[in-house]
């Protein structure tokens, strides 16, 4: 199956794709001010910079979307079609880097959550997990 985009188009297309502020991170950054939370943004000192760090409770939380960092939900586990190699060497690749930040994270004595995107669709829950790791 042929890309339907011409290579420039899905360039722009693909550069277009944020990798901060997205919609998940803000419901996420919303639900911990709701909470009287303070954090910090995008810790470039930190390993894999994670999206909202907590540096008083040693906390780190990524906010993942479920396509690009593989999630084993069904959003997370589909694969196009088009350019099939390319896109399993990618989330594979996603995926080892979020293992080796997690990793370093918990080394230096940091805890790390990570949040992921299909997470989001249940705030009630999404806030009683926010809590206990406030608590």
């Known amino acids: 199956m042929t890309d339907v985009y011409s290579p420039q188009k899905r360039s722009a297309v693909m550069a277009r794709v944020k990798g901060k502020g997205t919609t998940p991170e803000l419901k996420v950054r919303k639900a911990l001010t709701a909470l009287g939370a303070r954090y910090r943004l995008n810790r470039k000192d930190l390993p894999g910079s994670p999206d909202l760090v907590m540096p008083g409770r040693r906390l780190a939380i990524f906010v993942h979307g479920c396509f690009w960092h593989g999630h084993d939900c069904a959003r997370g586990a589909r694969v196009p079609k088009a350019n099939r190699d390319y896109w399993v060497g ?46």
Request: with cysteine; net charge positive.
């Open 90 to 135: 990618k989330v594979a690749g996603n995926r080892a880097r979020d293992v080796a930040a997690s990793e370093a994270l918990a080394a230096k004595g940091w805890r790390v959550e990570t949040i992921w995107e299909c997470d989001l669709k249940d705030g009630a829950a999404l806030r009683d997990r926010l809590a206990a790791l406030l608590a």
